[in-house]
């Protein structure tokens, strides 16, 4: 019997996922998840930046940005 190897998805098949279409659509996502990150930790001001920070982090990677 032939070897037949299994079919991967493209998103199987890369760790980072397609960049963005626009820095507009970057700033949108880390605004989203900076936001995310804001009502995880309870919604108490006062760390606006490092939540920030982290979310953009996270998207940088995401997207294997430097």
Request: net charge positive.
């Amino acid at each position: 019997m032939a070897y037949v190897p299994k079919k991967t998805t493209p998103a199987a098949s890369t760790a980072k996922s397609k960049k963005p279409a626009s820095l507009d659509d970057y700033i949108d996502e880390v605004k989203k998840r900076a936001y995310e990150i804001f009502i995880g930790r309870g919604g108490h001001p006062g760390a606006e930046i490092s939540d920030w920070a982290q979310a953009e982090k996270e998207i940088k990677a995401k997207y294997g940005l430097r």
